[in-house]
């Protein structure tokens, strides 16, 4: 089994890509191409992967009292709340002894008329995808992840990148933006 160096998470509406040392954060609207960017990075620098999705499903399975609530959301077809997202993700991060604050924010910057076409062409013959949708889905991205963007811009942590670009540019310009903090990819 490889060295696993570092840790990745993977949000409903914020991805998250995390590294034991250092750790950062990838965000950007739904459709931004923060999955496919998370899978590129995780390879070519070979980090773990651990979704934010299977985090929410061992913790329902578990029997705690976030468990029993996060089964009655999903129940309901209603989004878990940001605190509790952020609430296990720490608690995963303590137990793999990680760093709750990130070294730094790449922001995957997107126009909502660029996500909205990416995601309807993803989904394609399939119904959770429909405009409406993902308006809805803008609207929870503005609420839960600018302030969270805004908050670390504030702090001079955040890296744009033009998530507008090709996939292999995109992944260029990540690659840049680790260069320069001397990161180096997996031989
Ligand atoms: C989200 O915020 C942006 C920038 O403030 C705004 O242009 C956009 O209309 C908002 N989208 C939704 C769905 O509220």
Not at 15 to 39: E, N, R
Request: hydrophobic share 40%.
């Amino acid at each position: 089994m490889p060295l696993c160096k570092s840790l990745m998470l993977t949000w409903i509406s914020i991805p998250l890509c995390g590294f034991c040392d250092p750790f950062f954060i990838l965000a950007g609207g739904p459709g931004s191409g923060k999955g496919t960017q998370c899978s590129k990075i995780a390879a070519t620098y070979g980090f773990c992967h651990l979704s934010a999705g299977e985090l929410l499903e061992k913790e329902a399975q578990s029997g705690s009292e976030y468990g029993a609530l996060i089964k009655a959301l999903k129940a309901d077809g209603k989004l878990v709340p940001s605190e509790i997202v952020i609430k296990l993700l720490q608690q995963a991060m303590e137990e793999n002894k990680m760093q709750i604050d990130p070294e730094f924010v790449l922001f995957f910057e997107c126009s909502e008329e660029v996500m909205t076409r990416r995601l309807l062409n993803r989904n394609q013959g399939r119904a959770d995808d429909n405009r409406e949708t993902i308006q809805k889905r803008f609207r929870v991205y503005n609420e839960s992840t600018l302030p969270v963007i805004n908050y670390y811009s504030s702090k001079g942590k955040v890296h744009k990148i033009d998530a507008e670009q090709p996939i292999e540019e995109v992944f260029e310009a990540v690659k840049r933006v680790f260069f320069k903090l001397g990161w180096k990819v997996r031989e």
